[in-house]
């Protein structure tokens, strides 16, 4: 295999400059995805049926919490991929440990979001407004579920067989996962939280 | 120790932090819908674009026009299904 020195590790071979473009094209149809269910979202958020409106059941603090967990994990995965490129092992380590912990931290929170929603009566049957809103919400916070077990898979890949151009291929594809996840969770603090309390 | 922070990184975090404040000012003062829905619109797309650049290296390599082309099309596309679908079944045109 042809490797080019002159470029980051991640991107020294044909093959791994294809893996890059191919992750991308696969977050182009991610885009696509959360817009179908954007779309489901704004068409029914003012359904609400017998059941509680946006406004009665979004609660700023645990949205604002998680909003400043995500995006500081994705600015400290970002150091992540800079520590990778200087060929600092242990502190891309340390980078991509933090960040899966406020990964972690960020589930914790949705998922006391998920707990007190359908404690105060809004589940995924009480109207098409809820619905629109968990399957939105829970579609998001499984990928960060997905992220957080692919994440660890990548730490323990990089612990045994160290920084080579298929391990630093491999983290910097589950960087760009990561950032995205953060792209869509501004979108959905935005036009989801923020609008619907405004 | 300095080295892992390089500042570009450091200011586009910064950057992202202001504009969610700023995106947070909808909720803590009492302003109009369409001056909110602004606000918002502006905030989080700067705030995408400034993740795409600075933390995904969009630019970085020859695959660079390809990445954007990609990233525009599905953008259209999203923008289209989102903006179609409420045309016809929310504001009823």
Request: glycine share 8%; aromatic share 16%.
């Amino acid at each position: 295999m042809k490797i080019d020195n002159s470029l980051p590790l991640e991107y020294s071979t044909e093959e791994n400059n294809l893996k890059i473009l191919g992750f991308w094209i696969f977050l182009g149809a991610e885009i696509m995805l959360f817009a179908t269910l954007f779309t489901m979202y704004f068409t029914l958020e003012n359904r609400i049926g017998n059941g509680p409106s946006g406004a009665e059941i979004f609660e700023i603090t645990p949205v604002l919490v998680e909003t400043i967990l995500l995006l500081t994990s994705s600015f400290v995965i970002g150091l992540g991929i800079h520590a990778m490129r200087l060929g600092n092992k242990k502190a891309m380590m340390i980078f991509f440990s933090i960040t899966l912990l406020l990964g972690a931290g960020f589930l914790g929170f949705e998922i006391y979001e998920f707990v007190h929603y359908i404690h105060v009566g809004a589940t995924l049957q009480t109207s098409a407004f809820t619905a629109a809103l968990l399957t939105t919400l829970g579609t998001h916070g499984l990928h960060v579920t997905f992220g957080l077990f692919w994440g660890i898979a990548i730490l323990i890949q990089i612990k045994k067989r160290g920084l080579t151009p298929e391990t630093t291929n491999k983290s910097f594809i589950f960087s760009l996962y990561w950032h995205f996840l953060d792209v869509i969770w501004i979108f959905i603090f935005s036009f989801i939280y923020l609008k619907g309390m405004m | 120790m300095k080295e892992l922070f390089p500042v570009k990184q450091v200011m586009g975090f910064v950057f992202s932090l202001i504009l969610t404040a700023v995106a947070l000012m909808v909720y803590f003062t009492d302003m109009s819908f369409s001056i909110g829905m602004t606000i918002l619109l502006v905030t989080a797309f700067i705030q995408a674009g400034l993740q795409l650049v600075v933390f995904m290296h969009a630019g970085e390599t020859n695959d660079k026009n390809s990445i954007y082309l990609n990233v525009y099309y599905g953008l259209i596309i999203a923008l289209i299904t989102i903006f179609g679908t409420l045309l016809i079944l929310v504001w009823d045109m």
